[in-house]
């Protein structure tokens, strides 16, 4: 019999924030057990093993960050909504380097899977930011990966503390995002 208190959201939950405290790699069904006062084989009556739980860090991440930009976004276009979304996703990314972390290591090939629902409230928020440019339909997908590609190097190089030279990172995103809303606007 599980124990009480003990669930799949409150497994995954632990682990989310462990992986943020000492990184993706260093979550392992041993040291969840030991987080969450429980032997290890205990946690397989709530995840499926390493694999699964990776996937619902994955799934709980991308939920966080589809609901943070879709706030973000509410009643902004343009300049303005391109600004939020990447401020938001910078800061989730920095914040919780652990879960995003996941975001990355895994992948969804089946409608209707939590985890390709996950992505699509990603992958909506971001295209309704591009809704406010002139982009060609055939570009559209061209422009989402550049989008989230910038995004995303930006704040896993920032979040590992790699960037060493003397400018202010924040003057340096806002150039990277003005950057962007002048490409995106031509």
């Known amino acids: 019999m599980p124990r009480a208190g003990l669930d ?3 497994v995954v939950a632990a682990a989310a924030e462990l992986a943020d405290e000492a990184g ?3 979550v392992t069904m041993g040291s969840l057990a030991e987080r969450l006062g429980v032997r290890a084989p205990s946690l397989y009556k709530h995840v499926d093993g390493q694999a699964d739980l ?3 860090i994955a799934t709980l991440a991308l939920t966080e960050l589809g609901d943070a930009l879709r706030d973000a976004l509410q009643g902004r276009a343009g300049p303005d909504a391109l ?5 938001t996703f910078r800061t989730y990314a920095i914040e919780h ?3 995003y972390a996941a975001t990355v290591r895994v ?3 089946q409608p209707g899977d939590p985890l390709a629902d996950a992505g699509t409230r990603v992958f909506e928020s971001l295209a309704a930011v591009l809704r406010g440019y002139r982009i060609e339909q055939a570009d559209t997908i061209h422009a989402l990966r550049m989008l989230r590609s910038l995004l995303h190097g930006f704040a896993t190089l920032e979040a590992s503390e ?3 030279l003397g400018t202010d990172i924040d003057e340096s995103f806002t150039w990277l995002v003005g950057f962007v ?3 995106l606007s031509t």
């Open 181 to 183: 809303d002048r490409g």
């Open 83 to 87: 600004s939020a979304a990447a401020q």
């Open 162 to 164: 790699v960037f060493q």
């Open 24 to 26: 993706l790699g260093n």
């Open 107 to 109: 992948t969804s090939v």
């Open 54 to 56: 990776t996937r619902r």
């Open 97 to 99: 380097p652990g879960r």
């Open 8 to 10: 799949p959201a409150v």
